[in-house]
């Protein structure tokens, strides 16, 4: 499985997928689930929907994760060639000056750039300590002139990503780009396999969702014609096994799976998570089954798309799972596979455990 799933991700983090623009990550997953014989449909949005049939009568499971990632868009090519750019998603002003990007005009057409970093021998003190804002930065494609940068397919509304790529680290981590959540992709694919060869089971319905990033509304689409009665999101999970992060909690990197107990987001989204409390038992049973660690999560600054899907219908029974990861919103993001082969092992635990007897009413959940 560890190989399977260093290999899944590799090859998935190597393609962009800007929110609203994943249609690459979704052919390739696409293509992995026809060699599984697991037949897919696509939505009017996106979201990628392989449903595996189960039992009627046990409430019906949608386990997802996002496919997208964040990054910029176009907003006006400069008479020198320059391009400005207007961030989409929670991206990391601080962490952009001098990053690599990749202009995504077309597969095999895609252009290189870089977004410039004053030189160091004219930075003033001022300005050695200031972080620039996207609005002010530019990228440099090497082209000279807006003519040329324009015909090499870039335009407003172009999108733009951090340069793909993929760092083995020591032992079984990988740094790279859009872990958050390629790692998650690559684990559902996996769990899709087991669950083809299962011979009992609720029904799964197993989505890659769009525009997590922009609006964290995309998996909204797909859950209101799913209607599922539980749901199990699949994102990173905030490692906090560093300096700068070791107040934030007790996730650690190689640590194992997580879930999350809280989640807000605290900054003009009133918005956030508060799992089923028969979802938080299903994962400690299943952890404890399969003496596998479970981590845990209280965050406030954080919100995933489960935050919406839990309100579909009469509401849905949720969770939020995932692997810990360090760097998140990153250019090159950290996670470790021993802890995506410890999420495979207890999605697919916690999804056999889904019967008939599953208390949805929460009154029915034992104190």
């Known amino acids: 499985m560890k190989d399977r799933l260093r290999q899944d991700l590799t090859r998935l983090m190597g393609l962009p997928g800007l929110s609203g623009h994943e249609d690459r990550v979704r052919r390739a997953i696409a293509a992995e689930l026809d060699r599984i014989g697991l ?68 597969e095999g057409r895609d252009v290189p750039g870089v977004i410039l970093n004053k030189a160091h021998h ?49 032992g079984d981590r990988i740094a790279g780009t859009s872990v958050d959540d390629r790692a998650g992709c690559a684990g559902q694919l996996e769990l899709a396999r087991s669950l083809t060869d299962r011979e009992s089971g609720p029904t799964v319905h197993l989505v890659w969702t769009v525009q997590e990033e922009f609006n964290l509304r995309g998996a909204q689409v797909a859950a209101q014609v799913l209607r599922p009665d539980v749901a199990i999101q699949i994102d990173l999970m905030l490692a906090t096994d ?31 998570v508060l799992p089923h409390p028969a979802m938080v038992r299903l994962m400690e049973d299943s952890a404890a089954t399969l003496n596998l660690p479970l981590q845990r999560s209280a965050q406030v600054g954080v919100l995933t798309d489960l935050s919406y899907v839990q309100l579909v219908g009469e509401g849905v029974a949720s969770i939020d799972v995932g692997f810990p990861m360090r760097a998140s919103h990153s250019a090159l993001e950290v996670c470790d596979l021993e802890d995506l082969v410890g999420l495979v092992r207890l999605l697919d635990e916690a999804v056999a455990r889904i019967g008939t007897d599953f208390p949805l009413n929460r009154d029915e959940v034992p104190a």
Not at 72 to 81: H, L, P, S, W, Y
């Open 39 to 106: 037949a897919h449909r696509t939505d009017r949005l996106g979201n990628l929907i392989a449903t595996v049939a189960g039992d009627p009568a046990s409430p019906s499971v949608m386990v997802f994760t996002h496919m997208d990632q964040l990054g910029f868009i176009v907003r006006k090519v400069e008479a020198d060639g320059l391009i400005r750019v207007e961030r989409l998603g929670g991206v990391a002003e601080r962490a952009m000056a001098a990053q690599a990007v990749l202009c995504c005009v077309g």
């Open 122 to 170: 004219a930075t003033t003190p001022d300005e050695k300590y200031r972080v620039l804002k996207t609005p002010e930065i530019v990228i440099d494609t090497g082209h000279g002139s807006k003519a040329t940068v324009e015909a090499a397919g870039i335009r407003i509304g172009t999108p733009v990503v951090y340069m793909p790529q993929v760092m083995p680290l020591a």
């Open 242 to 272: 560093t300096p700068d992060m070791a107040d934030r909690g007790e996730m650690t990197l190689g640590g194992g799976p997580g879930i999350s107990l809280y989640s807000f987001h605290g900054r003009g989204t009133l918005n956030g």
